[in-house]
T-cell receptor, first 112, second 114 residues
């Protein structure tokens, strides 16, 4: 019963590098989300998906891209990393119908 | 547009004391309200939620919250806290859109001291 699994847990990037944060869920949820958490700022929605093949921008999408080729996976791509992208990233999923959001344990990214 | 304001960024209390964490929301339509807890170096987990019905909602670990529509508030309470309740607490709102997006407050760090 894995729930929402995020990899990697920690990563250090140099400015200008690119990387992909992986997120997978095994609950057959249609709805998936990427949030970033910065100290004292709560969680900000980056991108979300309401089903395979469908994605949309959240509140802070600049510098990120996503894809949703399967129900299970929702990777987040960072292109040309910048120090402003230093943050903790959380992936979450829900079955919808105002059910509970299930969160992964987070990926801590530092851009130097 | 929906928004959430958590009125206190930090709340220190002594063990076995009561606590109230305050949350106000704004939305032009009916809302669904949630409280999540985040323990150090972990993801968020659901404490309780209000969707409809009784305005007093009970959650896990002895927490409860009361939905007050006239005051647009959803304050979280616990009559007697434990050291293990030390964590960050987030209030969140969903205005019922079909994408089920949640808007989160900035969080309240509850520190329970012995």
């Amino acid at each position: 019963n894995a729930g929402v699994t995020q990899t990697p847990k920690f990563r250090i990037l140099k400015i200008g590098q690119s990387m992909t944060l992986q997120c997978a869920q095994d609950m057959n949820h249609n709805y998936m989300y990427w949030y970033r958490q910065d100290p004292g700022m709560g969680l900000k929605l980056i991108y979300y998906s309401v089903g395979a093949g469908i994605t949309d921008k959240g509140e802070v999408p600049n510098g990120y891209n996503v894809s949703r080729s399967t129900t299970e996976d929702f990777p987040l791509r960072l292109e040309l990393a910048a120090p402003s992208q230093t943050s903790v990233y959380f992936c979450a999923s829900t079955r919808g119908g105002n059910g509970e959001l299930f969160f992964g344990e987070g990926s801590r990214l530092t851009v130097l | 547009a929906q928004s959430v304001t958590q009125l206190d960024s930090q709340v220190p209390v002594f063990e076995e004391a009561p606590v109230e964490l305050r949350c106000n929301y704004s939305s032009s339509v009916s809302v669904y309200l949630f409280w999540y807890v985040q323990y150090p170096n972990q993801g968020l987990q659901l404490l309780l939620k209000y969707l409809s019905g009784s305005t007093l909602v009970k959650g896990i670990n002895g927490f409860e919250a009361e939905f007050n529509k006239s005051q647009t508030s959803f304050h979280l309470r616990k009559p007697s806290v434990h050291i293990s309740d030390t964590a960050e607490y987030f209030c969140a709102v969903n205005s019922g859109g079909s994408n089920y997006k949640l808007t989160f407050g900035k969080g309240t760090l509850l520190t329970v001291n012995p």
